[in-house]
């Protein structure tokens, strides 16, 4: 992508599945192409029933999200249901159609780095175009071990199949500096092609106001007060 032509932007506006329909009529009604995603699937906990879940997912799409972020079913990853789990999710990739898939790991409840390693791979094996380590709402979020068993399994599944797929870390992640050290992660680990929207991530809702600050630095030499900054 040409940041110079296409402006910076977010990679989506990400919102619950009732408000899809929402931000599409606004982000078109602004002229925006920014894409629309949408948690679905019981976002956060995924415990809801199957159908009810699958139902969310397309009707979210059907409002107009180009982007899905799925839950995967924490328990079956815990008590080592594989096949199970590839299951759901596969069935999530069909409901999703065109859309973008985002699977969330929830790492912080997994238990083990086996664990996060075999969720990872049985996720991309059922046709996740993300896997993100959380959805912000468990007690444990992105951490860089974590991370490091996750984009190895991107590694490896990219070695086995010539597939990419893209990374997100999501929840904890608050400055600017930290996500510096993400993009090295990732250049180190992955290589450059990894370093795209279309490929790499970060959940930013609690990073927002620390990139605010440093552009205000940047520009002006200083940085801002409070009330300098703009309100969401």
């Not at 002229?31 to 948690?39: C, E, G, K, Q, R």
């Not at 086995?160 to 904890?172: L, M, Q």
Request: aromatic share 8%; hydrophobic share 45%; with cysteine.
């Amino acid at each position: 992508m040409d940041m110079h032509d296409k402006g910076l932007t977010t990679g989506a506006v990400c919102v619950y599945p009732s408000r899809v329909a929402d931000a599409v009529k606004t982000l078109k009604a602004a002229n925006s192409s920014l894409p629309v995603a949408s948690v679905a699937t019981g976002f956060p906990a995924g415990q809801t029933p199957l159908e009810t879940r699958l139902q969310e997912v397309r009707l979210a799409v059907a409002d107009g999200a180009t982007e899905i972020d799925i839950v995967i079913n924490r328990t079956l990853a815990i008590t080592g249901q594989w096949e199970a789990m590839y299951d759901e999710i596969r069935q999530f990739r069909e409901a999703c159609g065109d859309a973008h898939m985002k699977t969330i790991l929830a790492i912080g409840e997994l238990g083990t780095f086996t664990n996060v390693y075999k969720a990872s791979l049985v996720s991309m094996m059922a046709g996740s175009d993300f896997i993100k380590t959380s959805t912000g709402k468990e007690s444990v979020n992105a951490t860089y071990p974590v991370a490091i068993v996750m984009v190895r399994a991107i590694r490896d599944y990219f070695l086995c199949t010539g597939h990419k797929v893209g990374f997100k870390p999501a929840g904890g992640i608050r400055t600017a500096q930290e996500s510096l050290v993400w993009l090295t992660l990732i250049k180190e680990e992955l290589g450059n092609d990894w370093l795209s929207p279309l490929l790499f991530r970060l959940g930013a809702s609690s990073l927002l106001a620390d990139i605010e600050r440093q552009i205000y630095h940047h520009v002006t030499g200083r940085y801002a007060a409070y009330h300098e900054l703009p309100m969401a």
